[in-house]
């Protein structure tokens, strides 16, 4: 059990955990994951970590359908500029590997922006905490235990 999931049980929220073979992925861990669970990459989001001008990380959570717009995300929290975190920041500061970072459970609480379109949606995938785990949740759901906000943070691919 990951510590997001044990987040979700004790908050008592309505979650599904699906599992799927994350050995063969080449790199795109997201799309994989849509892929082999049959479903739309515009349901499954990825769990990105940034950097901004100011040193402090951020948290944007995008379809895999597209790609985190940092720009957008830049406004979302009112700094100058972000950038992509070097991944080993990320996993020291959120406490998974990449490909299995997830927005719950991390190591430290890090502000968090889900891109809007989560919203048109009654259940969004994001990752459990482990390569080859996602957690399906109302996004409504992900946002109050992340505490996070929605912005349109996204662009397709």
Do not use: C, W
Request: charged share 20%.
């Amino acid at each position: 059990m990951t510590p997001a999931i044990k987040i979700l049980e004790a908050a008592g929220i309505a979650h599904d955990v699906t599992r799927y073979d994350a050995s063969q992925a080449e790199g795109d861990y997201g799309i994989d994951a849509s892929n082999q669970l049959g479903l739309s990459p515009d349901e499954v989001f990825k769990t990105l970590v940034a950097e901004t001008d100011a040193h402090a990380f951020v948290v944007g959570i995008v379809p895999v359908s597209g790609r985190l717009d940092l720009k957008k995300l830049a406004a979302a929290v009112r700094a100058k500029k972000t950038f992509m975190a070097d991944p080993a920041a990320v996993e020291k500061m959120t406490g998974y590997v990449l490909g299995g970072v997830s927005p719950l459970g991390q190591k430290k609480r890090l502000p968090t922006v889900i891109d809007a379109s989560a919203q048109a949606r009654p259940r969004i995938h994001v990752s459990g905490g482990r390569r080859g785990l996602e957690i399906s949740l109302a996004p409504d759901d992900l946002a109050a235990l992340t505490g996070a906000q929605f912005a349109d943070i996204a662009h397709a691919q």
